[in-house]
């Protein structure tokens, strides 16, 4: 069952009176808009000019990316601003039949994606080559695979794909030349494992990008398999599944996703908000249900804003990688202070644990305006040596994090890792810049995060705003999200003259 989709339409004739609108869209028509709505629309159609107060109503009712103006009305001063601040789009009438019979349904508010469960993967009992499992990072084959695509490995547990719902599906992988790969997907009726609703099949060339299963039938489960041939080495690293939005953003529409020649992800979504500094970045904690975090708390603040997410290992891999990753993120971020004329001076970069990591690095070369961070890591290297002995089973993704990054997980490599960023960290020239952290006094990940700062900042006239709270990395969170709002409603209040209601 599909999601419901709200609209919101602007203009002198009520157009669910005049077009067949499905059943899961709930069509709401205004003569007059100036009451703002308890949520935000998914869709708002504008057909007429602005009246009275309608440009401060529509800018809260009206999420980025999800504005369209019909063509034969002329962008005054209030429209033009509103379809600016809103990334709008035009629309002709002749493609309303078409966009409500096939396109409204992907503008749905609730995005989902993960990666299927790594101990879920299993080898097909044909294989005789050799099998080695790196951490719950990849698993390598060697060997033979025959001159015909066969099964060569699959995911156990099927996920549902509901009637009428797209699923994107991204293989993660790296191969010899000499092998070929190939991902089948098999989907089944309802309530059997034996009867066969409909298959697919991608090639090594339609793998190179994001490859959809658009289900038109029934709800039922799909199983996949990754079919191989040749020989040489073949290495599993993840499938990852997301309701799709058929070409219409990642995750959020307007939502936008960057890959390296590695086939490494990095996601980002852009609010201009009302186009006023500062622009606010927001990096997304550690999570294995992948997505954008943040969202309502930044749009709410009503600033430009930036939404900044990888799902690399199984819940992100602290924004560092290679040059090319790394080069990715930090242009993101430039990119958009340029398309708003903003300096780097009106720039805050944030985030909470995993995320304060992403603000920290990336701070060093953007020397922000201010840094706000709740439960700050920084010696990432660290926080895998305590998997030992101080939180035992607690972050056993961590020690992926340093194999990941660094090729092993002894000594030499924690170093690697930790003065990868202190190295960076004490170059930096931070006085124009604020740091607003919040830490937990016992915290068993990186315990000195917040010390180390304080003691390797080398510019002169930093500020630094400090709070502790007694406990370990995972208690307080309330307490912390708390108190990280309310930083940053008052710098954006004392530094930048902007009311947060």
């Not at 015909?148 to 009637?163: H, L, S």
């Not at 969170?477 to 530094?495: C, H, M, R, V, Y």
Request: glycine letters at 8%; a negative charge; charged letters at 25%.
């Amino acid at each position: 069952m599909l999601e419901v989709i709200r609209i919101l339409q602007l203009g002198s004739r009520d157009w669910s009176k005049q077009y067949e609108l499905p059943n899961y869209i709930d069509f709401s028509y205004a003569e007059h808009f100036v009451e703002e709505p308890r949520s935000p629309y998914d869709i708002v159609f504008v057909a007429r000019k602005l009246l009275g107060r309608e440009l401060q109503a529509l800018m809260k009712a009206t999420k980025a990316h999800t504005l369209f103006v019909t063509e034969d009305v002329k962008l005054d001063k209030d429209l033009a601003y509103l379809f600016e601040c809103k990334k709008g789009r035009r629309i002709a009438y002749a493609d309303l039949v078409g966009f409500f019979a096939h396109e409204a349904r992907n503008y749905f508010s609730k995005p989902y994606g993960e990666k299927f469960r790594f101990n879920n993967l299993s080898i097909a009992q044909g294989f005789l080559g050799v099998v080695s499992w790196n951490g719950n990072y990849s698993v390598e084959l060697e060997g033979e695979y025959g001159k015909t695509f066969e099964q060569i490995a699959f995911w156990r547990n099927n996920i549902p794909v509901f009637e009428g719902q797209a699923i994107d599906l991204w293989l993660e992988y790296k191969k010899d030349p000499e092998v070929e790969v190939a991902l089948k997907v098999t989907q089944f009726q309802r309530g059997s494992i034996a009867n066969i609703q409909q298959e697919w099949f991608f090639t090594e060339e339609e793998l190179k990008d994001i490859v959809v299963i658009d289900n038109q039938m029934q709800t039922g489960p799909i199983f996949v398999s990754l079919m191989a041939k040749g020989a040489g080495k073949l290495e599993i690293i993840a499938l990852h599944d997301r309701y799709s939005r058929r070409g219409h953003g990642a995750f959020l529409p307007g939502g936008q996703r960057i890959v390296t020649s590695e086939r490494e992800e990095v996601f980002y979504y852009f609010d201009p908000g009302d186009m006023k500094p500062p622009l606010n970045v927001y990096f997304s904690g550690y999570k294995t249900m992948q997505g954008f975090e943040g969202y309502f708390m930044m749009r709410k603040m009503g600033a430009p804003f930036l939404l900044i997410a990888e799902p690399r290992l199984e819940g992100g891999s602290f924004y560092m990688g290679s040059e090319e990753y790394e080069s990715n993120i930090a242009k993101i971020i430039q990119t958009h202070l340029d398309e708003l004329g903003f300096s780097n001076n009106e720039l805050i970069l944030s985030g909470l644990s995993m995320g304060t990591f992403g603000a920290l690095y990336y701070g060093c070369e953007l020397r922000p305006h201010a840094m706000i961070l709740g439960k700050p890591l920084a010696s990432i290297g660290d926080v895998a040596v305590n998997e030992r002995l101080h939180r035992p089973g607690g972050f056993p993704t961590s020690l992926d994090v340093v194999h990941y990054l660094a090729g092993n997980t002894d000594e030499q490599s924690v170093e690697k890792i930790n003065n990868k960023f202190w190295d960076k960290f004490k170059k930096a020239d931070f006085k124009h810049s604020k740091f607003v952290v919040a830490y937990m006094i016992e915290d068993d990940y990186d315990s000195t995060a917040y010390e180390k700062m304080i003691c390797n900042i080398k510019s002169s006239g930093v500020q630094v705003y400090g709070k502790g709270i007694h406990g370990r990395h995972n208690d307080a969170t309330g307490p912390i999200a708390s108190w990280f709002k309310s930083q940053f409603e008052q710098i954006l209040e004392k530094d930048f003259s902007r009311r947060i209601e």
